[in-house]
């Protein structure tokens, strides 16, 4: 038997290729969505007491992340986007990982999203949460869920078939 | 039957009851428009889905292996976009707060503090700073701007302003401020409850540029900084965690 903090730990590296993908999803490039990646975790360890033993560890770690994602967006326009160093050209939008233009192309796409429907979107068809887990991990309704999920595929299809054959 | 995007929606991500899917499926079979309208839904899921996939297979940065596993995060931030770095000197040997050729510094410092002892310090209310059972603990605004005040949320016209947060090597947090009305600059770490103060400077710059790390902060703060910092100041984020963690580093 292991210690609980240490099986918990395991279980944050098992979710990490998860993690990553939400966050690339919610972020520009990889290295902002690795910053996302780790103050959501620091932040899940500082307060581990809040998650109940038995409770979905992955929803849990989504709702932990998306809550530093939008403190992070709010704290830079409060800044009135003032340039943070990931801004300063050191680390270009489109790093060798994500050369992938498919990956670069929905990325784009997905950052003119408003961020509610940017979330939903991440969780139902990035991550492959079901419109139950998804509304519970971001506290909404069912229907909020699913009505900021259409507008935002709404929004996508007509950003991704821009400029492409009907 | 006419079906919205909705629920053409829900029906692509496997979300509708079985009746509902039989009636569409049959839909479907009938109508090239409706056909095409699903399509274009299962097109949209399928770029999105498949566009991030590749992430699944990167490898994992030892970094966030570490933090995954409880490592705190403050000796391994090197690089991190969103860490404010300090010029850490090169010799980290453990060295006093005061030393050689820093008494010019302190002589200073004790003359400030004389200053002080009138000027700031008092047992009043008001006073932002009083004597402890054996140092200086800040008192009244200054202590409630320590203990609640987040440098990323400033106006900058705060009659106190919170400069940067670090770990100490011992452990507690420490935080830098300024006394506008003095213009007096001072490092506060927390000891127990409390914020005991441990260096104050008068020769403080224009306020209002403390969140900026080293820009602003009077050489003497900065050298009780980095006689004290291990790694680098807490970020934005890592600041209003540890404020939430009431100080306390666990």
Known sequence: MSHPSEEIGERIVELLPRLRRFARSLSRNQHDADDLVQSGIERAWRHLEQFRPGANLASWMFGILKNAWLDNLRMRRRRGEVALPDDSGEHPAVSPVDSNTEMWSVSEAMSKLPEEQRVAVALVLVEGLSYKEAAEVLEIPMGTLTSRLARGRTALAAALEDGTPP | ?250
């Open chain 2, 1 to 250: 039957m006419n079906y919205d995007d909705e629920i053409l929606m829900a029906y692509v991500d496997g979300e509708v009851d079985a009746t509902l899917r039989a009636d569409i499926d049959a839909a479907i079979a009938g109508d090239p428009a409706l056909a095409r309208r699903v399509e274009r839904q299962r097109a949209v899921r399928a770029k999105v889905t498949g566009a991030f996939a590749k992430v699944l297979d990167q490898p994992l940065p030892d970094q966030l292996m570490r933090a995954a596993r409880g490592a705190a995060a403050s000796d391994s931030s090197a690089g991190s976009g969103n860490v404010l770095q300090f010029p850490v000197r090169p010799s980290r040997a453990p060295s006093p707060p005061w030393r050689g050729r820093e008494w010019g510094a302190m002589a200073a410092s004790l003359l400030l503090g004389a200053l002080i002892s009138w000027r700031l310090l008092g047992t009043g209310d008001g006073a932002p700073i009083v004597p402890g059972k054996d140092s200086l603990v800040a008192h009244g605004a200054l202590a409630h701007a320590l203990e609640a005040q987040l440098a990323s949320e400033q106006r900058g016209d705060e009659a106190v302003l919170i400069g940067l947060t670090f770990l100490a090597q011992d452990g507690n947090y420490c935080r830098s401020f300024e006394l506008r009305a003095t213009r007096t600059a001072g490092l506060a770490c927390r000891a127990g409850s409390k914020w005991q103060v441990t260096a104050t400077d008068s020769t403080t710059p224009a306020a209002g540029h403390l969140q900026q790390a080293n820009s602003g902060l009077s050489p003497a703060i900065l050298r009780a900084i980095e006689a004290r910092v291990q790694g680098s100041a807490l970020d934005a984020e890592a600041e209003r965690n540890a404020q939430l963690a009431s100080w306390k580093n666990e």
